[in-house]
């Protein structure tokens, strides 16, 4: 029987219609269910709805299933709705009626929304170290290639010199800020809704800052309803903040196709970590880059999704909502493997020397030329206009061996250091030391 089934249930078409996709990927939600049930009997024995006992066994219960589900051996049996009921079904199957006081107090919706909100806020922390060691590898290469020029391009047309210490560290900053709008989500992720029921709350006398606390959580949704409609906000969020690191992400991507291909020539990889054609024996192609590109692409579509499906949802829960994980799920794997994916491929990266000194890149130093003769005390507007006329006339023929750029963030002065200490402060506003001192608390605590 289902959580919520008194004595008879629904038809095949409709049980199989609404539950859909679910099975997939609550299997990804188990340890989290586990995480909050034991949480939900610590506080139940302590407002006299377990007793010392009652919660020892389903501690040492949940603690079981727990170990089960990481060695890989958990599985939500076939006629079983969702994991809640899964775990709720071994303990009653393995202790009795104790398996079925769990339940008091909560609805199946806050307990979806603990095991959202833990499952979202811990594929943050694994974004989090992603693009840490994403990061640590572009500044690497931008520190080892912070004298090797290449075009700058803007409306892509030939502009400025650049450099590759330029280009790489612009998209470790760029990660650096993405993580800004994560660590929103994350505050969102990280507050604990358990307690909220169905939105309405509980005649039970449930201790809210208890469970808060056990959880790791930063704070709890104060507001019983305004818990509920976090479920559909918290989404929303998060798919904004992977779409902007997936924008980032897909930039690089898609210079790399541009730049490795042989009309440009700046970049190359060894070739196993590029591919064939079956007809073309020369083909070298960036098919890594070409699939970060389309799957940013997907990550960046996750927000439109996600807010047509919350588009007409009134106050507190509906069914709708189910399927945000259908959007949120797939996205977060695909812009962890993209990340990790970028940090491999990237470490053998070979770059182009001596680019600039051919003179077919000659018209990027204009500027350069037209900012020495306004030190040389010409106004700029006449110097803007006698070297566009040498231009014009081929009569230009700058120093291609010559830059002055020292103000910050320019390419004789990059600014690696600060970048650095710009992520390093990102990183730290997560806190997750704390949270992972919670949860091996909870798993620790010695039973009652």
Known sequence: MKLWQKETGSKKEVESFTIGRDPEFD???????????????????????????????????LKDIYAEIQKGEFEIAPGVEDVHSQVEFLLTERFGDVGKKLHSGRSRNDQVLVDLKLYYRAAIHELVEESSVLFEQLIELAEKHKDDL???????QLAMPSSFGLWFSSFAEGLSEDLGMLKAAF???????????AGYGSSFPLNRTMTTK????????????????????T?????????GMAGTLNRMASDVCIFMNQHFAFISFPDDLTTGS????????????????????????VPNAVSMILTNTTTGYHRDLQLLKEEIFPALESLKSCLSMSTFILKSIKVKENILSDPFYKHLFSVEVVNDLVLKGIPFRDAYKQVGM?????????????????????IGNLNLEEIEKKMKMSIQQFNFKDVEHSIEDLLKKDLM
């Open 390 to 410: 040498d231009i014009e006339s081929g009569n230009f023929n700058p120093d291609q061996s010559k830059l002055n750029h020292s103000h910050e963030g320019s």
């Open 278 to 301: 079956s007809i073309m024996p020369h083909k070298k192609n960036p098919d890594v880059f070409e699939l970060i590109r389309a799957k940013t692409n997907q990550i960046q579509s």
């Open 27 to 61: 299997i990804l939600l188990a340890p989290f269910d586990v995480l909050g049930s034991m949480a939900h009997a610590q506080m139940l024995s302590t407002i006299g709805l377990l007793t010392v006992e009652e919660n020892d066994i389903l501690q040492q219960g």
């Open 187 to 197: 505050d969102l992720a990280n507050k604990n809704p358990l307690g909220s029921a």
């Open 214 to 233: 056990l959880l790791g959580f930063a704070d709890l949704h104060h507001n019983v309803l305004n818990a509920q409609n976090s479920r559909g906000k």
């Open 235 to 243: 989404e929303r969020t998060l798919s904004f903040a992977m779409a």
């Open 150 to 156: 290449m075009p700058g391009y803007t409306h892509t």
